[in-house]
């Protein structure tokens, strides 16, 4: 098993692939060692990418220019990040300092260190209430942090291992990947309380909130499945085969797409396209070795992705 809390070296094979598709990676970026999560910040068009095995640094991408334009020390191998345009800051968990750095993007300089549960790794933010949500692998909790004063307010207690955590915009509701409970624990933002638990495949980890559908999709890395899961019934309503160990999830608003890393990938270092329309791969996109975290430019309709063995940025572009 390869995820986020567990990193070793891997020597990959990159296996020929010929596929007919409308994607393909148009450049590649070189970042720290190990880069594992990846975040999109729409205020000043850039990428932000943590490397996770690199001096503890975050690399910052111009989406306009593709290079490094900065590289900002945080805490000790930095994870999961998520970009707050409440305030223009992105928030990077440390899941080795057991902390969470806030990095306001027009300095790149840290601008608070918050203390969390056992190793953070997935944060993702709440537009809703302006609050930034951690998930504590070791500590079996979620921590919610107010953007207005960088305090946690409330910890919530969910499944074994959780890993990835998206927000459901249409219901206002946090959805968890436990990865060693194999289960998804659905969180109210109103009462910071579990209201429902979802049963998915095996070591989900991934997950991502599809807006067109109001759907939620999870990876499950054991499996080599995407769940598919209505916001209105909590069930699943597809369950979609991959590549080998897909990692994480991005969601693709213009085209309606949902954006899959294979870590494992057996036809090589693979991205799966998925169509939200029929929940079918349509296409599979040849990237770096090892990626893992990807993440949705809608300045630019790009995916970029973190290839975690490489230590590298793949760009993905769609091919008129």
């Given at each position: 098993m390869k995820h986020v809390i567990l990193f070793s070296t891997f020597t990959f094979l990159t296996l020929a692939l010929t596929l007919a598709s409308a994607y393909a990676t148009t450049l590649t970026i070189t970042v720290g060692n190990g880069p594992t999560e990846v975040a999109f910040d729409s205020h000043l068009g850039e990428i932000f990418v943590s490397n996770h095995d690199s001096g503890n640094t975050v690399s910052v991408i111009s989406d306009a220019t593709n290079t490094v334009t900065a590289a900002v020390t945080v805490g000790r191998g930095p994870a999961g990040l998520a970009f707050d345009p409440h305030l223009n800051e992105v928030f990077v968990a440390n899941e080795g300092s057991n902390t969470v750095s806030v990095i306001p993007d027009i300095t790149n300089k840290i601008q608070a260190t918050i203390t969390v549960g056992s190793r953070p790794v997935g944060v993702a933010f709440d537009p809703h209430l302006n609050e930034v949500f951690v998930c504590n692998f070791r500590s079996n909790t979620v921590s919610v942090i107010s953007d207005a004063t960088n305090k946690v307010t409330a910890t919530i207690a969910v499944g074994h291992g959780p890993a990835g955590l998206a927000f459901d915009?249409?219901?206002?509701?946090?959805?968890?990947?436990?990865?060693?409970?194999?289960?998804v624990s659905v969180i109210s933002d109103a009462s910071n309380e579990v209201i429902g638990t979802i049963a998915v495949d095996s070591y989900p980890h991934g997950i991502t909130f599809d807006a067109n559908r109001n759907e939620v999709f999870v990876a499950n890395e054991g499996s080599d499945t995407v769940s598919a899961i209505s916001d209105a019934s909590n069930k699943i309503t597809a369950n979609i085969t991959v590549d080998i160990s897909p990692a994480s999830v991005a969601f693709d608003s213009h085209l309606g797409e949902v954006f899959v890393s294979n870590y494992d990938g057996g036809s090589g270092n693979t991205v799966s396209v998925i169509?939200?329309?029929t929940n079918t791969v349509k296409a599979t996109v040849i990237v770096g070795n090892g990626p893992y975290g990807l993440a949705f430019d809608w300045n630019?309709?790009?995916?970029?992705?973190?290839?975690?063995v490489s230590d590298t940025v793949s760009v993905i572009s769609p091919q008129s």
């Open positions: 915009s249409h219901l206002n509701e946090f959805f968890v990947s436990n990865f060693n409970s194999n289960t169509s939200d329309a630019k309709n790009e995916i970029f992705v973190a290839n975690n």
